[in-house]
């Protein structure tokens, strides 16, 4: 055993957020400059690491991020026609709560404003983006439902939550495979993709991250829903009944889950380590929910440790992820396994770092 190998999860965390730090100022995060979900995932994941740890300089590094892209009347640019753009705004409920500066809600309401500009299938899902006509992606049900229940929550607009239950209602509707438990990365309502089926208008394949978003929103969900929230017993339901499913495609050996989740046996997919975090997240919430029971914690433990057998170092010891899908569309299962994969892109250490963090208490 190296001394690689005797960190706990909340210190691997922190030796990811660190290398991170080390690598990037706030503002040099990649995409540089930009309002964008990829430095939001990575610093909503260091969020959950300072509420764990109270570390100051992390609550520094993320409002730096903030700020930089803010300016005092609540202004900041953003891409307004794509779910991508809201998710960074996660950030700002604490910001504004710890600052009491007003900045931060206006910029929480501008996004807020962006979902009334949203175009809307017949039964009012919401565009993925505005070039993907009429489509649903898993995605977006974190893109945006974390923060429209948190903003639903902060500043008194319950119609929002009926909308981001109605969101994965849909979802859940018209994109859930009975056979497997799993969900189709994306559904187009108006069949004219080329991947839609043209019977149900999914996608054909089963793709790790977007599954991965789908289980991180319905478990933050859970978070800001009220134990008497009507829709809570379905969403509950819905996160039971998908962990079950996940952990059945578990790769037994490395304890990773593949690309293409469902599809393990073929020689040219790949194990994949950001989908792997964003599943051990989800076991480990559902667990702390009393969604499922520790009969599941040792899926979300092993899938854990595969993560940090993956892991490698360079020559100043900075954690580096391998194995991380870059950015991807829906498509066939040719488009999934030939995607090129990085190292450290912000939403694989994000997911890992939140992984870590809530693994935590499972091997206490």
């Not at 789908?214 to 829709?231: C, K, M, R, T, W």
Request: with cysteine; proline share 3%; charged share 25%.
């Amino acid at each position: 055993m190296t001394q690689h190998d005797v960190k706990s999860p909340i210190e691997w965390a922190q030796a990811a957020c660190d290398s991170i730090m080390s690598t990037y100022t706030p503002m040099e995060l990649p995409p540089a400059g930009r309002w964008h979900y990829h430095q939001g995932v990575f610093l909503c994941g260091m969020e959950m690491l300072w509420e764990a740890q109270q570390d100051d300089r992390y609550d520094a590094y993320i409002q730096a991020y903030v700020d930089g892209l803010i300016d005092e009347n609540g202004n900041l640019y953003f891409a307004r026609d794509e779910l991508d753009a809201v998710q960074a705004g996660l950030l700002l409920f604490r910001l504004e709560k710890k600052t009491g500066r007003k900045k931060y809600r206006l910029a929480a309401d501008k996004l807020r404003s962006l979902l009334n500009t949203l175009n809307l299938t017949s039964e009012g899902g919401y565009w993925h983006k505005d070039k993907y006509a009429y489509n649903m992606w898993l995605d977006g049900l974190y893109m945006a439902g974390v923060f429209s229940l948190k903003y639903a929550n902060a500043y008194g607009d319950p119609a929002l939550r009926e909308t981001v239950l109605h969101q994965e209602a849909l979802m859940r509707k018209y994109m859930k495979d009975e056979e497997t438990g799993l969900y189709y990365h994306a559904w187009d309502e108006s069949r004219a993709m080329p991947w839609a089926n043209q019977e149900t208008g999914c996608s054909p394949e089963f793709w790790g991250r977007s599954l991965g978003w789908y289980g991180l929103a319905v478990a933050q969900f859970l978070d800001e829903l009220a134990a008497d929230d009507p829709g809570r017993e379905t969403l509950v339901n819905s996160l039971h009944d998908f962990v079950h499913a996940l952990i059945r495609y578990q790769d037994a050996e490395s304890g990773l889950w593949y690309q293409v989740v469902d599809k393990g046996d073929q020689p040219d997919n790949w194990l994949e380590t950001s989908c792997t975090s964003l599943f051990v997240y989800t076991i480990a919430k559902a667990i702390k929910h009393g969604v499922v029971g520790q009969e599941c914690a040792a899926a979300a433990v092993k899938g854990y440790e595969g993560l940090i057998r993956t892991l490698q170092f360079d020559e100043q010891e900075r954690v580096i992820l391998p194995l991380i899908c870059i950015g991807t569309s829906a498509g066939d299962y040719e488009n999934y396994v030939t995607r090129p994969t990085s190292e450290n892109d912000l939403h694989g250490v994000g997911a890992f770092v939140m992984a870590c963090v809530e693994v935590q208490s499972l091997v206490d």
